[in-house]
C-alpha cells in the first residue's frame, strides 16, 4: 500500500471520528441548550451540526480517491465540501445574531446548565488535538478541504472556550447576558469561515 493510502486511510478514520463526536455533541448541546434556554448552547449545538456535515463531505472526497476517482473527479469533490461548509456557516451566522440579540434585547435570562458546562470542557481537550492530527494529515495529501476542514475544528475549540465562560459566568455570578454576549463573540469566527470556505471553492 502506497503512503498516499496510508494517509487517505487516516484521513477517513480522522472523519468518521469527527461525524460520531460532532453527532453526540450536537445532540446533547441543542438539547441542554433548548432545556436552559441558552442561544450560545444551541449555536454551538448548531455549529456541531455544521461540522457533521462538512465532515460527511471530506469523508465522501478522501473515499472516493481510495476507490480510484479520477484526479477532476476528487477536484469536484472538495469544491463541493468547502461550498456546503461556507452556505451552512452563513446560516448559522443568522440564527446567533437573531437569537442572541432577542434574547438581549428582551433580557431572558437562561438556565445554569452544567451539562452544557461538561461538554464545553470535554470538548475543549477533544477538538485540539483533532484539529491538529487532521491538519498534518490535510498537508502531507495536499488536500485544501481537509485542512479547511482541520481549521474548522480549530475555530471549534475557540467556541468551545467562548461557551465555557459564557456559561461559566450565567452559572457563578448569576450573569445571563453572558451567554448570548458568548453566542456573538463566536461570528467573527463563523463569518471568517463561512467566507473563505466559499472564497476557495470561487477559486477553484
Sequence with gaps: MTARSELLKRGLRLEAL??????????VAIGAGVIAGSVALVGFGLDSTIETIAASALYVR???????????????????ALRIVGVTFFALALYILYEAGSTLWLQEAPEASPIGIGLAGLSLLVMPLLAWRK??????????????????????????????????????????????????????????????????????
Design 135 to 204: 491538519l498534518r494529515t490535510g498537508q502531507a495529501l495536499e488536500s485544501r478541504a481537509l485542512i479547511a476542514d482541520a481549521k474548522e475544528t480549530i475555530a471549534c475549540s475557540y467556541l468551545s472556550l467562548t461557551l465555557l465562560l459564557g456559561l461559566g459566568a450565567n452559572a457563578l455570578f448569576g450573569w445571563w447576558w453572558a451567554d448570548p454576549v458568548a453566542a456573538l463573540a463566536m461570528l467573527p469566527w463563523v463569518i471568517r469561515e463561512a467566507r473563505e470556505a466559499l472564497e476557495e471553492a470561487s477559486s477553484e
Design 18 to 27: 469527527t461525524i460520531s463526536w460532532n453527532v453526540v455533541e450536537a445532540g
Design 62 to 80: 478522501l473515499r472516493a480517491e481510495m476507490k480510484g476517482a479520477s484526479e477532476e473527479e476528487a477536484e469536484a469533490h472538495e469544491v463541493r
